[in-house]
């Protein structure tokens, strides 16, 4: 006698209800996760920054110590509140970043909102040039490196993205102002414009601050001109740091998915392999490199303390190297405080967009 057994109940899928992979709150929850992250990230980065330049002492005593008598230091020192226990200091600062207080800069007693606001429209141009370098420079030459894999033109662009990443940025930053500046004369040797072109930019009304932009509101060609040829070089010497880590990420991602079935589906039915690399290889590759921008971005904002000091581009990055040089420790911790919320915000965009993009992500 046969016994037959009753299969369990599957769903259209095929799959046990007890199997089936839960989707609720799949990507929501994902999003409220990496922001509720922002916060400790935030928190734990200010805290680093706070006690680690409270090792030297006090603020005062670093930026004035040996120029004034020691009864007026003291006197300064008590009555910004430093000889107060430092825990009470650090309570205290948490309670002024929250209501958006950030100090006073102790060389030119300047509000530090007000130094952000002057020069991070500056900064924020330069790392958005950069970013255009490294995408317009990285993705294709990614792409032919991928082509011509183990050939002559892959072992140069190897060898061409090594050098990219190595090369300290103020190198390659004073090798570029020497070939294209001072001996062949093709483009400025530092600024960000020519003063006249600054006072013209200036003077518009609510100007952005990226001369690029406003020299487009103000339909000014030759300021635009200026502009972008001031930016060449900073842009080339910060943007190719990140180009090389570009050019080998999309190589390999576009090598591993020339492998893929349906490439190979392609392949057999006569596609060209130029067409297999840009029309099919080329997005799936792309996911690694929307991955990693949130990284690089800490590079960038990293790389423009040197790129704007060796430019003398009026960014945050040149400020800090200022700063530092007056030992303004108000000034210096305000800068790096919101280089970190930056850094923070940015990997969260990034993140939500590379799991908009590849659900694998997620899980």
Do not use: C
Request: glycine share 10%; net charge positive.
């Amino acid at each position: 006698m046969t016994t037959f057994i009753e299969a369990p109940p599957t769903d259209a899928d095929g799959l046990l209800p007890s199997k089936k992979k839960s989707s609720g709150g799949g990507l929501g929850q994902y999003i409220l996760v990496r922001f509720l992250l922002i916060f400790p990230t935030i928190l734990i980065l200010v805290t680093m920054v706070f006690f680690l330049m409270r090792i030297t002492g006090d603020p005062i005593t670093a930026a004035l110590g040996g120029r004034l008598p020691p009864e007026q230091l003291a006197e300064r020192i008590a009555a910004a509140g430093y000889d107060r226990p430092v825990m009470i200091q650090y309570i205290e600062y948490l309670g002024q970043l929250l209501t958006g207080n950030f100090g006073t800069t102790l060389s030119d007693n300047r509000k530090v909102t007000e130094v952000l606001t002057t020069y991070g429209a500056a900064t924020f141009e330069l790392a958005l040039n950069a970013v255009l370098v490294a995408l317009l420079v990285g993705i294709p030459l990614g792409m032919i490196a991928a082509h011509r894999r183990d050939k002559a033109p892959d072992a140069v662009l190897r060898i061409l993205a090594i050098l990219f990443y190595a090369t300290p940025v103020f190198f390659s930053g004073l090798l570029f102002k020497l070939t294209f500046s001072v001996w062949l004369g093709w483009l400025p040797v530092a600024g960000r414009a020519r003063t006249s072109t600054e006072l013209a930019l200036t003077a518009l009304q609510a100007p952005t601050g990226i001369y690029w932009l406003d020299a487009i509101r103000s339909g000014n060609i030759d300021a635009l001109g200026d502009v972008m040829a001031h930016a060449v070089l900073p842009a080339l010497a910060l943007g190719l740091l990140t180009a090389g880590i570009f050019l080998r990420l999309v190589r390999t991602n576009v090598i591993g998915t020339l492998g893929k079935d349906y490439v190979e589906a392609g392949r057999s039915r006569g596609v060209s392999e130029f067409r297999l690399v840009t029309k099919h290889a080329y997005k799936p590759a792309l996911i690694p490199i929307i991955t990693v921008m949130g990284l690089q971005i800490a590079v960038l904002l990293g790389g423009a303390v040197l790129t704007e000091t060796t430019f003398e581009w009026k960014g945050l990055g040149f400020q800090l190297a200022t700063y530092l040089t007056a030992r303004d420790f108000v000034a210096v911790q305000g800068i790096v405080v919101l280089l970190a919320v930056i850094v923070a915000v940015t990997n969260f965009i990034v993140d939500i967009v590379a799991a908009l993009i590849d659900p694998r992500v997620r899980y």
